[in-house]
């Protein structure tokens, strides 16, 4: 049963979307009431039904309750009132799972016997982190006014975590915050590391606002490990560790523009239906993309005004929990938590084996913009379009790797960098880094969709039908409106022998132009997938034109491809049941490196139209591996394919 109750719509105060504070505190709430129900009698765990994480069912609900209390902290810290006692009930959950040999209790022997450790590192690790950044937020409402006693066992239980080593990633910034929020409340962190790992997370800052989530790619010099973490954990962690830490002006500065820089950047990846960019892991943390642009609307950075930000963050958080119906009782049961999933049901194959029951409420980090007052500019100001309403663009991420394009309704960036593969000899791909491009109203294949390796990809495939991947990039390239990439096609974990594929591409007026470059052996067909179409229903489908009520793909090939198809599929993708991908087909020239050119268009249904090779803004001429694009507007661009790198 959907319980979610809403204030009317406040079309003069938020013309775009109707969505007020009202309505953030609505939703805010019934999330908060919701997790109560899936609470243990002492309020110390809390653990929705749903798969448990490979960490473990205690760990699971340690999770629940940390995370669930992201979403508290911001309320209490921004609404005079308390009319649900969600301080009470976190103090009270706190005291239980403090309590030494209560059924609650937390511990600290984390990852003996109760609590499995995953990839060798204790997971609660995170959930102390999240809980001193609820903490950070609410001090005066929840931190201040535990006794004395329930904060030292705190601190203790926080202490124990702030000093073990995480993953070289963003879990450095996990233990930063908890060493730095316990020295704001007076308590020391022996064996404390902080300013090293903040020092080292630092160093693979990338440009435009981005940080790579580790070491920069030897490789390629990009981003390889790009995606929403920039926003859902590294930035507001950051800038929580700067509000807490004693730094130099200097570098807080220099950290408040970056800040700015990112969220500026970041908000051109909405679509004006609310719809976020669908690449990367942890997707199912679902509106904690907006964490980024909450933190720097909070510090006063970036360009946009308060209206934009706030139209454009409740654009975000109404497609989830009105489009999509996200936490709001559809899903597992009645009384549904938010899903592992994207929508409202479950969709396990698109989540990680960290994740767990309880994962999903890492979505907290979304409500963060009401730790702002109901007087702050950010809910007085009047709506103002977010980037995507205010005119089509493509912006190029230089030193990410992304090339990002707005129009007819989608956002969509092309990808030439962030493969999520540490070591491109021995890594594995994973769908939602290495397709060549994503949007905002598709998803990747997974699955047997991503076994089949169509969608997003330039695959070679054997007289047994299997196809090889893109995985682990080697070199990355970009300019003005465009990017390329190059990579060894892989099946198996093993590259394809004398295999090889250079793939550029060019947004402009409305299409993607992809180009590849394919040296390949006699006995494989080289196959261009497009983007994936899907929904509760089969998509329908014209030669290479596929399209449902939400989104259409049309896919026309310029040079060098002799055959097309659509690829099906069931039960392989987070957006519907039923999925299709159109694709081209060719043979290669054995032995000799063939170019390949191909345009595709994506575009809200309502406002698509099908690309056939005349309707297409380019013509391409192709001499060997130089390919000449000639555009309809004037535009000449010339890329000698097997010069870009060496």
């Keep these: 049963m959907n319980d979610l109750r809403l204030p009317p719509e406040d079309r003069v105060l938020s013309p775009y979307t109707g969505w007020t504070r009202g309505h953030w505190e609505a939703v805010a709430d019934h999330w908060l009431l919701t997790a109560r129900r899936h609470a243990s009698p002492g309020g110390g765990l809390i653990t929705p039904p749903g798969r448990p994480s490979a960490a473990g069912i205690r760990s699971d609900g340690i999770e629940g309750f940390a995370r669930s209390f992201l979403t508290a902290a911001p309320l209490l810290a921004g609404r005079a009132a308390d009319p649900h006692d969600h301080a009470g009930f976190y103090a009270r959950g706190l005291a239980a799972a403090m309590a030494p040999d209560g059924p609650d209790r937390w ?30 937020v609410c001090r005066a409402q929840v931190w201040d006014l535990l006794d004395d006693k329930l904060r030292e066992h705190t601190a203790e239980w926080l202490a124990h975590h702030a000093a073990k080593h995480g993953s070289d990633n963003n879990w450095l910034l996990f233990t930063a915050v908890i060493e730095a929020f316990l020295a704001s409340a007076g308590f020391q962190i022996p064996g404390g590391h902080a300013q090293a790992d903040v020092d080292l997370f630092e160093s693979w800052y990338l440009g435009d606002g981005w940080f790579n989530d580790g070491p ?24 929580q560790w700067y509000q807490l830490s004693d730094q130099p002006a200097e570098r807080r500065e220099r950290y408040l523009r970056r800040l700015g820089e990112f969220a500026d950047s970041y908000a051109l990846l909405f679509a004006a239906d ?8 942890s997707l199912t943390y679902r509106q904690a993309v907006l964490g980024g642009l909450w933190t720097a609307a909070l510090a006063g950075v970036g360009g946009e005004a308060a209206g934009a930000t706030r139209r454009l963050a409740s654009g975000v958080l109404r497609h989830f929990a009105v489009d999509l119906g996200v936490g709001v009782g559809a899903g597992i049961g009645a009384e549904a938590a938010p899903s592992l999933g994207w929508g409202a049901e479950q969709f396990l194959p698109m989540c990680q ?49 992304w090339v990002i394009r707005s129009g007819d309704g989608v956002v969509q960036i092309a990808n030439h960098a962030s493969d999520h593969v540490i070591d491109p000899d021995t890594g594995s791909g994973d769908p939602h880094y290495a397709s060549v491009g994503y949007s905002t109203h598709t998803a ?93 229903r089969e998509p329908s489908a014209e030669g290479t034109a596929v399209r449902n009520d939400k989104v259409a793909v049309d896919l026309a ?54 690309t056939t090779t005349a ?32």
Excluded at 108 to 118: F, H, L, T
Excluded at 227 to 237: E, G, L, R, T
């Design 107 to 136: 511990g600290r022997a984390i990852g003996v016997d109760e609590i499995r450790q995953w990839n060798g590192t204790p997971q609660p690790i995170v959930e102390a982190a999240n809980l001193a950044f609820g903490l950070a």
């Design 274 to 281: 609310g719809s976020p960019l669908h690449q990367g892991r």
């Design 216 to 239: 920069v790619s030897p490789t390629t010099r990009h981003g390889n490990r790009v995606d929403h973490y920039n926003s859902w954990v590294i930035h507001p962690f950051l800038w």
């Design 353 to 401: 084996v960290y994740s767990g029951p309880g994962s999903p409420y890492f979505a907290g980090m979304g409500f963060l913009g009401l730790a702002a007052p109901a007087d702050h500019r950010l809910w007085t100001e009047t709506e103002q379009p977010q980037p995507s309403e205010r005119g089509d663009y493509v912006r190029t991420l230089y030193e990410v790797g």
């Design 444 to 536: 990747p294949g997974v699955g047997d969709a991503w076994t089949a390796g169509v969608d997003g990809q330039l695959a070679l495939v054997d007289e047994w039908g299997r196809a090889t991947r893109r995985e682990g990039l080697r070199g990355t390239a970009t300019g003005e409106g465009w990017a390329a990439s190059w990579y060894r096609p892989r099946m198996g974990g093993v590259d394809v022998p004398g295999a090889r594929v250079v793939t550029l591409s060019v947004l402009h007026q409305g299409i993607e132009l992809r180009a590849h470059l394919v040296t390949a052996l006699a006995g494989w067909t080289v196959r261009e997938g497009s983007f994936a179409v899907a929904g509760v």
């Design 557 to 610: 090939p310029l040079h060098g491809w002799t055959g097309s198809g659509v690829a099906r599929f069931r039960g392989g993708n987070a957006f519907g049941e039923h999925s299709a991908t159109p694709y081209l087909t060719a043979g290669p020239v054995p032995g000799l490196a063939t170019v390949y050119v191909s345009a595709h268009r994506l575009g809200r249904a309502a406002t698509a139209s099908a």
């Design 615 to 646: 309707s297409v803004p380019v013509t391409v001429a192709v001499a060997g591996d130089c390919l000449v694009a000639t555009w309809r507007d004037g535009r000449r661009d010339e890329f000698v394919l097997g010069e870009l790198f060496g």
